[in-house]
Structures are given as C-alpha cells and as structure tokens.
C-alpha cells in the first residue's frame, strides 16, 4: 500500500523550496553564499530580547505568556502595529489588525481565502516565490501583472474566464520587492488600484521589506494610496501584509495583517482552524522590544546594511563581465541579475558550487511559468562586506568562463 495515491490534487503543485535547500549550505564553512533572504544574526537585539523574556516569564506575567491567547492576537501587539500603521498613512484601529505566524502564513491564509480552483493570481514576473508556494496549494492560474504596462482589464477578465474562474487578488510587494530589488513608483502603485477597481479583485500589499530604505524618498504603501480615496480603511480592497522577521527576528515569526474588518475576520476563523492563535510569548517579547527603540534599532539596520548594499553594487561594476545587468535597489536585501541570453541560471549555479565555492538563487523559481532562466537573485544581507567583494569576484570569474563557452559553441554552430 503507499499513501501517495491518496493525496489530494493539490500537492501536485506543491514543490520543495529553492531558497530553503540552498540554505543548508550555510553549514559549508567554504561557501560563500548569496543564497539566503535572512538577515545578519549579528544585527538581532538579542539583549533586549533576553531581558523581554525574563519579565514574561515572571512570576506575573507568567500566567498569561505561557497560555493560550486570543486567535486576533495579544492586545498590546496589535495597538502598537496599529499606530505604527498610523504613522504610514493608515488610519485604523485595532480590529483591523490580525496578528500572524509571520507573513509567510498570512499568504497561505489569503491564498485559501481567496483562491477556488481555476481562479487567477496576478503575480509579478517574476515574484516571490514564497508567495506562489503558499497560493500553489490552493490550485489557481497565474497571469502577469506589469504595473507599468497597458494592458487592458477586459483582457485580464476575458483570460481568468477561458480558465475557468475570475481574477480573484492581484499580489505585489511593492518596496524593494523580492527578488528584484524594485520599487513601484507612486504611479505604478496606483495603476494596480485601478486595475483591481476595474476587476473588482483584492490587492495584496507584502510589505516585508518596507522599513529597510537606504535611498530615495518613501513612496506610501498601497493600502494608504487607497485610504485617501476612500476614507475608511474598512471600505478598502487592499489587505497590508507586514513582519517583524526582517527587523527583529525572524526565528519568532511574528508578522501581522492590516485590513478591512470584515476581512480580518474572515482571516481569524482560518486562524482558529489552523493554529488557534501565534504563541503568545513570542508576541509578548515583541510588543516588549518594540515598545522600547525599535525606530532606532531600524536606523541601525539601515546603516549596516546599506554598506553591505553599496559594496555588492561596486564590487559589481568591477567584476561583472559586458552583458550582465543588475538591479540598484534602494533599499531591501536583494539585487536581481540578468544574464546574455542562453545562459542557465542553474547551470551556472552547479559550476559556481563546483569551480569557486559560491552560491545563488536561480531565477526561474520566482518565475510561475518556469521562465526567466537567464536570471539569478543575490542576497547582501547576510554574508559580511569582505565575503561580498570576494563572493562576486569568484562569481565574475565563472561567468567570463560561463560566457566563453558559450560563445565558443554558438560559432561552431
């Protein structure tokens, strides 16, 4: 007998994580890796961490840390992230907030919310891929969206229904977004408001990366664009997904949605079903920490990892051989790379493993169609400003080697 011919069509979608694979080589002291999104341990507040939990574990406070809570989320949590929402141009209250086990598990949430079978997704090409993993297992189609770009809602409509279902969300992370580094301009992010007016679809707002800005000026989210038209958060069609994962920590995965009530709602019956509630020590130590210089532990963060951006981007312009582009963001932790056309970003990732000890994420799995292969992502977050400069070095080295294979079997052709 094997299990295997019981399972649901749904985990026909459902494929191992790139990024979480790679992770391991973590361990390979040799390694230089640009593999992982995660931030520099290094930067974690760890003391303040440590002493928030010595006072939830007192002898007090106890009694509440260590019990079951609220599936909305601990109260304190929740009017903190309020105001700090306020302080973005989003009025609300907090009854629009829900408290999540990061925003990795709100995805999934709105993924099950939203999606029937057949429905359509409205992804960046690409876009994270933690996103169509979490939309995966709910079975829709994906079409692109190019917020830049004319296309016309009817076409959108007219393609969801030859599938068999309608544009039900349209999702995007609009601030230094993952993998690519980019930033939508004030414009660009009010296009994607009147496309999802036009399709009377949701918008899903990941703004995980939101606080992390070393250049240029704040652009408002997408929720508060759409909170000046509208007056009134609970009359809004965008759904805020925010995390303390980048900024504090991820291992605590606390990260939180800011929405119409009706909305948050719908999201708490899931939470009962799936988890009851996010442990209520970890939000407990968060509410503590962030309570107490979290604008400046984020001033911190934004210079330390702004070195780190502004040496991948020169080491870059030194190393990188004619024909490969990358991205500049202004803030985040990724820079996105193109490649001459017939290069594969996973071939290129095997040699650059085998020949000079480096590592990257291939571009292809943040592509829905598998396409994109000519790319990769680089994480400057995480590896040292040194590893940096010695990382990309090795990594100009085997693509000239990469490239000159290349051109020598294309004239032999």
């Not at 079975?139 to 692109?144: A, F």
Request: glycine content about 8%; some cysteine; aromatic content about 8%.
């Amino acid at each position: 007998m094997s299990l295997d011919q019981l399972f649901a069509t749904r985990m026909g979608r459902m494929k191992a994580s790139e990024i979480r694979e790679l992770l391991k080589l973590l361990d390979q002291p040799d390694v230089i890796s640009f593999a992982g999104g995660i931030p520099d341990p290094a930067l974690f507040p760890a003391a303040a961490f440590r002493d928030a939990m010595v006072r939830a574990l007192g002898d007090v406070q106890a009694g509440v840390s260590l019990q079951y809570s609220t599936s909305e989320g601990y109260p304190p949590l929740r009017r903190w992230i309020a105001d700090h929402m306020r302080g973005l141009g989003v009025e609300c209250g907090e009854d629009n907030i829900l408290i999540t086990s990061g925003s990795q598990q709100a995805l999934d949430y709105l993924g099950k919310l939203f999606l029937s079978p057949g429905d359509t997704a409205l992804v960046g090409w690409p876009t994270y891929l933690g996103a169509l993993g979490a939309f995966n297992a709910y079975e829709p189609v994906y079409d692109r969206l190019d917020p830049k770009s004319n296309r016309a809602p009817s076409d959108f409509r007219a393609q969801a229904e030859t599938r068999g279902g309608r544009v039900k969300f349209a999702y995007l992370s609009p601030d230094f977004a993952n993998p690519t580094g980019v930033t939508l301009t004030r414009e660009e992010r009010e296009s994607v408001l009147r496309l999802a007016d036009d399709l009377d679809c949701a918008v899903i707002e990941d703004a995980a990366y939101q606080s992390l800005r070393y250049d240029g000026e704040p652009v408002a989210p997408i929720l508060a664009l759409e909170l000046q038209r509208r007056g009134d958060i609970d009359a809004c069609r965008t759904v805020y997904c925010g995390s303390f994962s980048k900024t504090l920590s991820p291992g605590l995965r606390i990260g939180w949605v800011c929405a119409a009530k009706t909305l948050i709602n719908r999201m708490v019956l899931l939470k009962q079903a799936g988890d009851l509630h996010t442990p209520t020590l970890n939000q407990i130590v968060v509410a503590d920490v962030v309570a107490d210089g979290f604008e400046d532990h984020v001033e911190t963060l934004r210079a330390h990892y702004r070195v780190k951006r502004d040496r991948m981007l020169a080491a870059l312009e030194r190393h990188m051989p004619a024909g490969v582009e990358w991205t500049r963001p202004e803030g985040g932790m990724f820079v996105w790379m193109t490649l001459p056309e017939g290069l594969d970003g996973a071939a290129l990732l095997a040699e650059a493993l085998r020949s000079e000890r480096v590592a990257f994420v291939p571009g292809a799995a943040f592509h829905a169609d598998g396409s994109g292969r000519n790319t990769l992502r680089l994480n400057f977050s995480s590896p040292g400003p040194d590893e940096i400069e010695e990382g990309i070095t090795r990594l100009g080295q085997v693509l000239r080697a990469s490239m000159a294979v290349a051109r020598a079997g294309a004239q032999q052709s």
